[in-house]
């Protein structure tokens, strides 16, 4: 079992900057990829950005690409998101989620990450 705990949401001006922390517990956090997803009010759930369990390979939503940088330290059992450019549309709840390396899915599908945190707000003011 691997419990998630996001951080470091919070109101920001349209341009400005933030980052996510989501922090795991256990062992085994380096056999795990990770991957961040959004949801606004209203809104299906979203893919935002991905990344391997060796951090070798990351993946972004298009929405996001270029703005958003996602990376991991597995010696402190951490995965960030660094949210650069903010537009109010980026304006959500984020939610860390995990899954097992090698599993064979899409890393753009919610319903291929086995452990979700509980989120953290996300706004931007214009």
């Known amino acids: 079992q691997v419990q998630l705990v996001e951080s470091g949401g919070g109101l920001v001006q349209a341009g400005g900057s933030l980052r996510l922390l989501c922090a795991a517990s256990?062992?085994?956090?380096?056999?795990?990829?990770m991957g961040w997803f959004r949801q606004a009010p209203g809104k299906a759930r979203e893919f935002v950005a991905a990344i391997s369990w060796s951090g070798g390979n990351t993946y972004y939503s298009d929405s996001v690409k270029g703005r958003f940088t996602i990376s991991r330290d597995n010696a402190e059992n951490t995965v960030y998101l660094q949210l650069n450019s903010l537009k109010p549309e980026d304006t959500a709840v984020y939610y860390c989620?995990?899954?097992?390396?090698?599993?064979?899915?899409?890393?753009?599908?919610?319903?291929?990450?086995?452990?979700w945190g509980r989120g953290t707000q996300v706004t931007v003011s214009s």
């Open positions: 256990g062992r085994t956090f380096s056999t795990y990829d």
């Open positions: 989620a995990s899954r097992v390396r090698y599993y064979i899915g899409s890393y753009f599908r919610a319903d291929n990450y086995n452990y």
